[in-house]
């Protein structure tokens, strides 16, 4: 189902401006509503500010849209399609972000649900957000002599090369 399916679905109004602000919105890429607004004026010059901030607002209302904290602690929005339940694995440096396959996670889940046991408290909901340096950074700080972790210094996610 895509963005717009989804939307109708849900019973959001899709007026002509809302269906360009729609398709406008980066794929794979956090953004702020600011910037998205002023790339949009570009090609729409009568499109308002608060058109943008209202519809995207309506978006994460519906649960297309999430708000993601940025490495540097500044919120964006990313479009998200995920199932119910997922986690994002963020690039610390350039700020990319994926929306990472949940399997190899089951037993984090259920940990976590024990632990909520333990203390006598219902499940509870968790907020997990894994940071890294994704390879394309990863490649730009190996050319530039960058030195990779010391030894001895836990790998951020144990397992990946
Ligand atoms: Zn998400
Ligand atoms: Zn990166
Ligand atoms: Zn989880």
Known sequence: MDVLERLRAQGVRLTGSRCRLIAGIPRDTPFRAEDLWKALRARDPRLGRATVFRTL???QQVGVLERVQRPDGSWCY????GAAHHHHLTCA????DEVVDGTPLA???AALGRVAAAYGYEPARHDIRLLGRCPTCARAAAACGVQPPEPGEP???PGRP
């Open 57 to 59: 607002a309506v978006l």
């Open 107 to 109: 037993d984090l889940e």
């Open 93 to 96: 440096a350039c700020g990319r």
């Open 155 to 157: 790998p951020l996610f």
């Open 78 to 81: 990313r479009l998200c399609m």
